[in-house]
Nanobody, 130 residues
Framework: QVQLVESGGGLVQPGGSLRLSCTTSGITFDNYVIGWFRQAPGKKREGVSCITRGDGRTYYTEPVKGRFTASRDNAKNMVYLQMNSLTPEDTGVYYC???????????????????????WGLGTRVTVSS
């Protein structure tokens, strides 16, 4: 049974940092691309980052480029999202998602990216507010 569990969310002031973790189980981790998505109140779920299987190449959407860093630890079956210089616009529920993949394909920016990941965690809430 595939399970993804996010952790590390919380309340942080603008300009602050948080590190999210995604713990996976029930998958051959090396064979999966992992995506990070977020959903703000009243808005659609949107891509944040994805990290390819294997060597862990990372991709980011424009709103978070230069501020967020994704990484994966294949030994621990975990993925991380380091978030710096947070702004109130980063507020939302953050989800990790997994997709079995044989290539370096990393769905993220297209409107259909959400539907390309069959496995999701329940999310962790991030609130950026003073």
């Amino acid at each position: 049974q595939v399970q993804l569990v996010e952790s590390g969310g919380g309340l942080v002031q603008p300009g602050g940092s948080l590190r999210l973790s995604c713990t996976t189980s029930g998958i051959t981790f090396d064979n999966y691309v992992i995506g990070w998505f977020r959903q703000a109140p009243g808005k659609k779920r949107e891509g944040v980052s994805c990290i390819t299987r294997g060597d862990g190449r990372t991709y980011y959407t424009e709103p978070v480029k230069g501020r967020f860093t994704a990484s994966r630890d294949n030994a621990k079956n975990m993925v991380y999202l380091q978030m710096n210089s947070l702004t109130p616009e980063d507020t939302g529920v953050y989800y990790c998602a997994a997709r079995r993949e044989n290539s370096a394909y990393c769905p993220l920016v297209t409107s259909g990216a959400v539907s390309e990941y069959p496995h999701w965690g329940l999310g962790t809430r991030v609130t950026v507010s003073s």
